[in-house]
């Protein structure tokens, strides 16, 4: 069985560019889960969604990123533009449901803005 | 909204010790406490979790025990080895599904 699919998986780009992150939840899962991971901040929730809509959006340090999730089996983090404060490894992970079930992480995408 | 504190951020046992990362939590409406161990260039993986309203769980050398009073819980490692070595992180969440991570455990087991 796949687990969360995330790509790319490295990605390098210079400040002011558009930065596209794709994920492929667990096939069932409910709810969708976008986190970055830096070292002065450890793992951050961004957004999640339940059942394709954004319950939660706190998370997201400011208007330059969004978040889609079309239907149950795609989402996308969009960073325009990006910023070299932008540089992370961005994690999506996939859950049964929201709540208490078991989060299940993709490798990540190590993203790097000169 | 919630805050974790996990201690302590490096950990340096010898191969068959014991291991002990410890965690505490500020939102008394917390009822699920995953451990995710994550090796380098990858996600996060769940060990072990223990919910609101269990005292302790055990996983063969893995164990984790909650105290709700105090609210504090603790990941507890028998008998490491060497493959052990990883980043630890304790987690905290209420029913909206909400993780707050801890900010992690660097451990390294010496042969």
């Known amino acids: 069985d796949a687990g969360v699919i995330q790509s790319p998986r490295h990605e390098v780009t210079e400040m002011g560019q558009e930065v596209t992150l794709r994920c492929k939840p667990i096939?069932?899962?409910?709810?969708l889960f976008w986190y970055r991971q830096t070292m002065m901040r450890g793992l951050e929730l961004l957004i999640y969604?339940?059942?394709?809509?954004?319950?939660?959006d706190s998370g997201m340090p400011e208007d330059r990123f969004s978040a889609k999730m079309p239907n149950a089996s795609f989402s996308t983090l969009k960073i325009q533009p990006s910023e070299p404060r932008d540089s992370a490894v961005y994690f999506c992970a996939s859950s049964l449901d929201r709540g208490t079930d078991t989060q299940y992480f993709g490798p990540g995408t190590r993203l790097t803005v000169l | 909204g919630e805050n974790v504190e996990q201690h302590p951020s490096t950990l340096s046992v010898q191969e068959g010790d014991s291991a002990v990362i410890k965690c505490t939590y500020s939102?008394?409406?917390?009822?699920?406490f995953p451990w995710y161990k994550q090796e380098l260039g990858k996600g996060p993986q769940l060990i072990i979790d223990?919910?609101?309203?269990?005292g302790e769980k055990k996983d063969q050398r893995i164990a984790v025990t909650l105290n709700k009073t105090a609210k504090h819980f603790s990941l507890h490692i028998t008998e490491t080895q060497p493959e052990d070595s990883a980043v630890y992180f304790c987690a905290a969440s209420t029913r909206a599904g909400k993780l707050t991570f801890g900010q992690g455990t660097i451990l390294t087991v010496h042969p």
């Open positions: 939102d008394s409406a917390s009822n699920y």
């Open positions: 969604f339940n059942n394709n809509v954004p319950i939660d």
């Open positions: 096939s069932g899962h409910n709810s």
């Open positions: 223990i919910r609101s309203n269990v």
